[in-house]
């Protein structure tokens, strides 16, 4: 068998997205906040304060035609007067902004913008027509923007933000990068008080030229492991370069730093009008989460599931899935039991002499099994005793998990002393859950000062714990593929309109693939049918060609055994309205499967597989992967579906042969990277077993005004 390579590599879609952000955004000499006010309550004048107070070392200028001096700084009156600046804040009205970009551009020799107005593309047509022609004039200057309509930026050389709060920098903490700026704020009001630090924010707002991949991209190429920030969080409404997000995310995980994103609105409502299973069941959201698979991003889908995973980042690193739980909180470690075993982690038994053992330091009615509940009146030397046995005597156990409240008997710092400890000294992960934030608040606050961050619900830290040790390492950028029939691909693709290739067409692309098929015939006139079907033999499955569900048309009959039945089979079929032929099968035996594809605008094909024939809509258990799929990935999206134990084999049924399928799903890969133009695509089903798999049903459509693979290239 011989074989292909694709390699990853960004395509950028448009000039003002080649631009990568300078570093007078980042550490600029000179600021001008143009609109800066004496009145805080307004941006312009928050942004002032918030430089001031936040230490700016620069030069920094004020453009306000109303007032002499803001915040103690004097105060120009028309931007002409002011000297060169690298970097300029803007808050003022839209319609202000063109002018004021000109002039600063052209006199000013200003490189960098952020632009804090709204009134732009988020708000109406003209609007959207400003914000181009403001980009359009940036980037002519070789110039940089962020926004606008946005917060503004935040990092430890500048605080250009007019809300709060403003985090004390900390080069250990974690970058952020926001669509929105309320949804940034919020995210650090959530983090802040569970000890989640800080070391920059970018609210990217409209997004205008530089969004999440442009600063991604800048920190790829600074970033240094453990000299720059390791944890990058990311909010994203939008992510317009998919290949560029892919390359710098994964290069940047790859490099030692760790990254949890959100990806807002990714339902997709067009899939009622789909009209194959995949487009049926195929949504933005699977692209997305696929896309964050293939370049290591652990995937959330809400703040404060965000926050957990940044705060499991900040600790060390969960190496195997056997997590001990010591509590003095039976039903806190029930429901944390509960949710890790639903994540796929594993909470084993503590048996053996050492469980013995350690039984004998704790109170009587105590349990070492796992739980480890050491009871209400557990004490802070007996937590110390149990920790040190997980991390020396218990080698099956690769983290814990320590919950401890108060229940307002005793002052339980001592307690908290001793885990701070021991999270310094373990070599094994070890997650505080500290719930009690009115009884504990105190010695809650001593604990997050000594640099811990808590984790004040189990039940939120057990789904991010499972989620980020099922996110896998980045996928290489170079994915070897099976070699098939490019050529006639090709040839078959240039001479086909646009929609569902014919049922010959099919046969042939398919063949090319090199995808194993089941033999079958096709005819509208019934003498020739029957002629015909002494070739296929009996007993076969009948189904009508024309109608695009065909089960939903009573458009399937299964096991005709005789010729009279299939005379019979042939009327009934024709009879359906919109057939115009009947195809003939053999009846093959074996687990039902699926393979489909799906196309979304700017992002290589969505390969999803699953178990097929009607349990695809029934069950829906599906999973999917970015093309180029690696036999890695293909293995893991196998692995990872809930029918997974169907398909090994189950009750003394023989199950599939992964290898084929494996083998299939590369090979759709090779197909959709040589021929972009498939829109929509099932094999439904394909029926596998030991010995096998073969094709059975498939359905191809295509669509030659779709945009090009925006992530490979062909060696």
Known sequence: MSFITFIVKPTFTGCINQLMVNEQLINPASIVIVGG????????????????DGGYQGTLSIVNPKENKVQGIPSYQNIKDIPDTELAILAIPAKYCLSSVQMLLEEKNTKAFIIISAGFSEADEEGAVLEQKISTLIHKHNACLIGPNCIGVSNNHYKGVFTTPIPPFDAGGCDLISSSGATAVFIMEAGIPLGVKFASMYSIGNGAQIGAEEI???MDMHYVHTVSPPVKLLYLETIKNPGKFLKHASSLINKGAKIAAIKAGSTSEGSRAATSHTGAIASSDMTIRALFKKAGIVYCSSREELISVASIFNYKELKGKNIAIITHAGGSAVMLTDVLSKGGLQIPPITGEEATALQHFLHPGSSVNNPIDFLATGTAEQLGIIIDYCEHKFDHIDAMVVVFGSPGLFDVENVYNVLSVKLDICK??????????????KEIQTFLAKGNINFPDEVVLGKALAQVYK????TPSEVTLPEIDKETIRHLIDASDDGYLSPERTISLIDATGIPRVPEIIDASKKEFLKKSKEIGFPMVMKVVGPIHKSDHQGVLLNINTATEAETAFDQLMSIKGAIAVMAQPMISGIELFVGVKKETGFTHTILCGLGGIFIEILNDVAAGLSPISKTEASRMIQSLKGYKI??????KKGINE??????????????????EISEMDINPLIGNSKGITAVDVRIKICKTIDEPSSLIIT
Do not use: H
Request: charged fraction near 15%.
């Open 37 to 52: 006010s004496n009145d805080i309550k307004k941006p312009g004048g928050k942004i002032v304060k918030n430089c001031i």
């Open 216 to 218: 991604l991209e800048y």
């Open 428 to 441: 094994k992960p070890i997650f505080p859950v500290l719930p009690s934030i009115v009884n504990a608040q």
């Open 471 to 474: 996110t896998p390492a980045p």
């Open 647 to 652: 398909l090994q084999g189950t009750r003394g």
């Open 659 to 676: 290898t084929y399928f494996i083998d299939i799903i590369q090979r759709i890969s090779a197909l959709v990277s040589i021929a972009p």
